[in-house]
């Protein structure tokens, strides 16, 4: 049977249109699959470069960067954190760049090792040298050291990606670990610090500590020991005040250097910084000098001056106390004012004014 002239036209208008339709459906599905055989190649190189490192931490340059951010296309299956650093200022101990490092190396194997495979391989720790990679620096536009940045799926721009404060660097690798948690929906996990001392130094050191308590013990049973001598205590009592007092544990604690460099003049070191938010070493070390004079003059007049039996030699040197511990607790309180700008003075009575 014939086919109509009436029908011909829209049977060959839709074999047309169908013929169009599959090429484009098919062009589509092998346009996606190569997308996604790119995509699992990038992750599958990460996870390389990853097992090459130690500690998990994939060292970059302007080219690796330019593969794994500035050249793909979002949403990218991973996420990175960037340490930026600078091996030239290493030396400078005010920006603890070498222990910001380790602790991010350490917040590296930390992850690594409390997540599985499918959630370990959709972050990557990673850092970046200045000397290396100024462009990557540029990129990012980092001008000031320490520096982390968060790059997420979605971030086309690396300057738009989540900045880690660097007020959060106190509390080392914790703080970053809370950083990335509360950025995405992962978890770090405790981490996973290295022991102080190893088997065989813990074995050596107990060995030495069973010798050493034979002989202890044999010159405890005759009172022959330092703990009987009342200087070592003497000096002890001295040490722990002039420990509490010098805010030594505060400088431990937050790492604080003992000096800084002026900006304004490298040859030229500040001891004292101006400024309540920050207390330098030699600051807590020169105020603690000066309550552990007051201490030891008190000590002297409340506890060897009475013994004195000359009248004039108690009076002399209880004057002298009394002046010494004014210009102490003067000087002191100058340095408080000039620090915090406040002012601390006496209160006179209404009728001396």
Not at 257 to 272: A, E, G, I, S, W
């Amino acid at each position: 049977m014939a086919i109509s002239r009436a029908l011909l036209l829209p049977l060959l208008l839709f074999t047309t249109f169908l013929s169009v339709y599959l090429h484009h459906s098919t062009a589509d599905s092998y346009s996606d699959s190569d997308s996604d055989s790119e995509t699992s190649d990038l992750v599958t190189e990460l996870l390389y470069l990853r097992s090459q490192s130690k500690s998990g931490v994939i060292h970059l340059n302007d080219h690796i960067v330019s593969r794994f951010l500035t050249s793909t296309k979002t949403p990218r299956p991973y996420t990175l954190l960037i340490f930026f650093d600078a091996k030239h200022l290493h030396s400078k101990t005010e920006l603890h760049l070498q222990d910001l490092h380790t602790e991010f190396s350490l917040l590296s194997s930390s992850f690594i090792s409390n997540n599985d495979a499918s959630s370990a391989s959709s972050l990557f720790f990673c850092d970046v040298e200045f000397k290396e990679s100024q462009n990557s620096f540029a990129l990012f536009g980092v001008n000031s050291l320490p520096h982390i940045r968060l790059v997420g799926p979605n971030v086309k721009n690396p300057k738009d990606s989540e900045q880690m404060d660097q007020g959060d660097f106190s509390r080392m690798a914790e703080s970053m670990a809370e950083f990335v948690e509360s950025r995405t929906k992962l978890t770090v996990g405790p981490i996973n610090r290295p022991p102080m001392l190893s088997t065989n130094q813990i074995a050596f050191l107990g060995v030495i500590l069973l010798i050493w308590a034979f002989f202890f013990i044999k010159k405890l049973l005759t009172k022959d020991t330092f703990l009987h001598d009342w200087k070592v205590w003497l000096l002890g009592a001295v040490f722990v005040y002039f420990f509490s007092v010098s805010g030594a544990m505060f400088n431990i604690i937050r790492k604080m250097p003992m000096f800084l460099v002026d900006r304004n003049d490298p040859n030229k070191l500040v001891f004292f910084y101006q400024g309540s938010g920050m207390q330098l070493g030699a600051e807590g070390f020169a105020v603690g000098f000066l309550y552990t004079i007051v201490g030891l003059l008190l000590g002297v007049v409340t506890h060897v001056l009475v013994r004195v039996k000359n009248r004039t030699a108690q009076r002399v040197v209880m004057g002298v106390s009394l002046v010494i511990s004014f210009w102490a607790v003067r000087k002191v309180v100058h340095l408080d004012n000039w620090k915090t700008g406040y002012g601390v003075h006496a209160f006179w009575p209404t009728s001396w004014n």
